[in-house]
């Protein structure tokens, strides 16, 4: 006899297994798919959407739900397996069955055609050509906040993040970001009246294919197993997670920016460590998934900024550009070249400090649309008028603009704040590994990563979605989420650099 | 109100949008995944075998058909679009009934976990790797043809080929191949002792990426289209439709093979050709499918055969080799090199006439395998001493002998003699088009391939599934089948060439 707990188990793994499915799909439409594929693609994605919404909310997982949450052998150890299992999957179940089937297959496909013409909006830099496709996702996604509802303190924006961040809102998030917005413009303000490293870095000029082979090089050498995974280029990179087996990542290159794509690669190689790092055995259950993606953005953020920007990572590394690459400049040019802080444009090439300031940029404005306080033609106007005021920059186009990110494109409103959740829990857990396992510098010196990546295996990836995300930092950090470490690390590391 | 038709074209559509799907699993695990994705992907591929099986054996569908089929406006004429897809439906509804769901799910799994170890013992050359797989997918297809049954006069591999060529039975197959291996031979024999063309085109070393490039060129020029396809490597060259807007063929290479991945690429370009011209208001019904894999065939024959190797062809190319690869060989000696007659161990390199003699091998032993006169274990020593008597080659090793196939593998039996009927529709439908399109030879020498293409595009492509193949091959040429054509055509070339 099959007890409620293992059925509702394996009619989730089943669904969990059609959704990977969608990931790959989802992975050969950026990388591989020609452009005659879109209209069957779209047709592929909405069918697949609808026969996962449909399984994901079938009422026998309601009742298999009110069984196991009747169970005491279940659920009197919160943080065993099945607790945890079926408090996420009462809270999955929660959210999907608010969504009607026909509202969740017109996202999938509406968001396919829309990323589509987001491509060649961004290509011709014409925000017209993107408009009315952006104008149709704000509304389907203000449609979607109102079948998931909100509390009278909370506003539209919060229905959505929710399914980004657990227990995030605006307000909240408004919070951290004032006041670090502060901090960081005082910094910002200090840096660019200090003398400016002198370095050359960003001046090299590289074909591709011997970007990508090093690229890919040291995305081995910190970590990423390529018989586990693979990487591929796309105008924005990205990680997806099919199974621990099977994890995809992506970067891009142009031929002088060598140092921005290996920031890229690495970035994107911690999204694929974590996703390598949770545990086969639970695939297709919470308990096998990435507990959130500001904790995923925390993973690469680590690798990008802990590792590719310290100077011990460059002690290490400066020798194999030299060597593979024929790049002359020293371990302290290229420190001080990846570590500059010079407002820009394009928030997946900004720099450590500012980028945080992109961050919020997106969050005001995907707030204000969500209210219903902007519209999507206001779009350009808004987005430059801030990056102006934050950043103190002119945006001369809106590919380099509101046409720079992908993800509006495909729906997704309330995501962007996690990336900067990201840093801030990036940072707060780094101070404890530093404590944790000995001399961080010296191993990154001799291009030892495995204590690294072995603390975040143990502690943190295998975890999957056993605790919430800020149980899961105080967990691991003994306190709660702040924006002090953060502050700390780029001070530290931003003043003397600067001579300040 | 929808009618029973509609309701039924409706549900085809979406059965058919989920196979789209599969295949793009498909294309991905030969083409890109990385080898720990070999369990997940098979999970995914079970589980959409399992709900697509499900869709096309609902009884709804039974209730439907038999709805349709009592409606005179919708079969009175039997080529109307209404009547070939009642027609054709009706058909894939029967055998899919009769194999139950997780048979269906167990040939899925199965075979996507053999596929990965028949490439492990190809590697290795270690036929005892893949033994006890080919042993499992020999017992699962013996159960499958059990499940479809045969007439007394009929056997197991009949059943199994009805699913590759509509009415094929092994009688036939037989009654073909015996007397066009007799003229074959005869015609080996003759070639064999007379003088041998010189040429060394087959001693030139090339990098990949030049072959790649240039394979790429070539299959543009001849009529593939880019934007609604690609082109990657795999072990063995395939292609892949999924919609005429997205097409995917592979092709392979070898350092010094350059003509040999020339013609695998011109073959599956031929392939791509055909998916590509069925038309896209059809798609994810009969009429939107190609008829069946011997028609298949013809269509990569044609260009890999009537046009990649035929002196008009090279005529127009030779100058393109000299440019782009430095290949400073004439037409005449490129020419006299991709038709040498040279009896080998590997089909996929085999020259045009002996070919033949490989498949015959093949049918021969699949055919006593069904039959249960053989098992997996007597493979290599039958197909080797076959080998030696047909073409008087000795096998070295299994990976040049019966471990060079994918599609044992893949659990299909009864699809290998396709590619022969291939070669045979392809020589008399190409008699036709000679007589049709003006001078064939004048057109090739100055690279338009148009003409060909569009007589191919009116007269086959587009009518998808609407005729039987055998009363597709009497509608355009007018006669039934017959090895004639082919034979003249093999003769015509050869003999002068060996100065016969």
């Known amino acids: 006899m099959t007890s409620a707990y293992e059925e509702l188990i394996a009619t989730t793994k089943e669904t969990s297994t059609l959704r990977s499915a969608m990931s790959v799909l989802g992975w050969d439409q950026r990388t591989k798919m020609p452009p005659g594929g879109v209209e069957q693609r779209s047709n592929q994605l909405a069918l697949l959407a609808k026969l996962t919404h449909e399984r994901a909310t079938d009422p026998r997982i309601g009742e298999l739900l009110a069984q196991c949450e009747a169970d005491k052998d279940l659920t009197a150890d919160p943080h065993s397996d099945s607790a945890a299992n079926i408090r996420e999957l009462r809270r999955a179940y929660d959210r999907a069955t608010k969504l009607p089937s026909d509202h969740v297959e017109e996202n999938a496909r509406t968001h396919a055609i829309a990323e589509h013409h987001w491509e060649e909006a961004r290509a011709k830099k014409d925000f017209s050509l993107f408009e009315p496709w952006l104008e149709k996702n704000i509304g389907l996604a203000r449609t979607t906040a109102g079948f998931y509802g909100w509390e009278s303190d909370e506003e539209p924006w919060d229905a959505l993040a929710e399914g980004y961040e ?43 294919d011997a970007q990508m082979s090093f690229v890919t090089k040291i995305s081995e050498a910190i970590g990423f197993d390529f018989s586990r ?94 060597n593979d690459l024929g790049i002359t400049a020293s371990a302290d040019d290229i420190y001080a070249g990846m570590n500059l802080v010079d407002p820009s444009f394009i928030r997946v090439e900004a720099d450590e400090a500012t980028y945080n300031l992109h961050i919020m940029v997106r969050f005001e404005l995907e707030r204000a649309l969500m209210n219903g306080d902007l519209g999507a033609a206001d779009v350009p106007h808004e987005w430059n008028r801030r990056y102006k005021e934050y950043l103190g920059v002119d945006v001369p186009d809106d590919a380099l603009g509101c046409l720079q990110d992908v993800h509006w494109s495909g729906g997704s409103f309330g995501y962007f704040p996690t990336y900067t959740l990201g840093n801030i829990y990036a940072a707060q857990i780094f101070e404890k590994i530093r404590e944790d396992i000995g001399d961080v510098d010296a191993q990154f010196e001799r291009g030892d990563f495995g204590p690294l990546k072995g603390w975040l295996n143990e502690n943190l990836h295998r975890h999957g979605g056993r605790y919430i995300p800020s149980e899961l930092c105080e967990r691991l950090t003994g306190k709660p989420l702040s924006a002090d470490a953060l502050l700390r690390h780029l001070e530290g590391k931003l003043r003397p650099l600067y001579g300040l």
Not at 174 to 201: E, H, M, N
Not at 241 to 266: C, E, Q, W, Y
Not at 290 to 300: P, R, W, Y
């Open 229 to 322: 995974g693979r990487i591929d280029t796309t105008v924005h990179p990205f990680c997806s997670g099919f199974h621990p087996g099977d994890v995809r990542i992506t970067t891009r290159f142009s031929d002088n920016k060598f140092f921005d794509s290996l920031a890229a690669t690495m970035h994107e190689t911690g999204h694929g460590i974590y996703e390598q790092g949770l545990l086969p055995a639970y695939n297709g259950t919470p308990l096998g998934r990435a507990v959130s993606l500001g904790i995923h953005e925390s993973q690469s953020r680590m690798w990008e900024n802990f590792v590719g920007r310290s100077r011990a990572f460059w002690t290490w590394c400066q020798p194999l550009v030299a």
């Open 166 to 208: 657990r227990g995030m809102r605006a307000r909240q998030v408004d919070s951290v970001f004032v006041p670090l917005r502060d901090r960081l413009q005082a910094l910002v303000s200090d840096l660019s009246s200090a003398r400016k490293p002198s370095t050359s870095i960003h001046d090299i000029t590289l074909p591709t």
